[in-house]
């Protein structure tokens, strides 16, 4: 049964950055993607961005493009978010995904079957 866990949220002001990792465990991802989805109050879970394990190909959501960068290390079998420039608007909670199949950074979160339990962030203005 593979589990993953979320760290690295907390509180920054507007402009800061943050740094999330999810460390997998009870599976080796060698195929497949990783991804971070994140969900703020009201609202619905939404893609931030993927990382295929393989080739290490990426995709972004827009409102992150050029502000956060995805990245594996398949050695540790993590998957990591580095948080740039960052807006009251990032506020969510943060949600590590996975899954073993197929070869594309996937956006849609139902081709993603392991989940994490997520990890707070908060943007001050």
């Known amino acids: 049964q593979v589990q993953l866990v979320e760290s690295g949220g907390g509180l920054v002001q507007a402009g800061g950055s943050l740094r999330l990792s999810c460390a997998a465990s009870?599976?080796?991802?060698?195929?497949?993607?990783g991804a971070w989805f994140r969900q703020a109050p009201g609202k619905e879970r939404e893609f931030v961005a993927a990382?295929?394990?393989?080739?290490?190909?990426?995709v972004y959501a827009d409102y992150v493009k050029g502000r956060f960068t995805i990245s594996r290390d398949n050695a540790k079998n993590t998957v990591n978010l580095q948080m740039n420039s960052l807006k009251p608007e990032d506020t969510a909670v943060y949600y590590c995904?996975?899954?073993?199949?197929?070869?594309?950074?996937?956006?849609?979160?139902?081709?993603?079957?392991?989940w994490g339990q997520g990890t707070q962030v908060t943007v001050s203005s």
């Open positions: 995904a996975a899954t073993r199949s197929g070869s594309t950074p996937y956006s849609n979160r139902i081709l993603y079957d392991a």
């Open positions: 009870g599976r080796t991802f060698n195929s497949g993607a």
């Open positions: 990382i295929t394990w393989y080739f290490g190909n990426t």
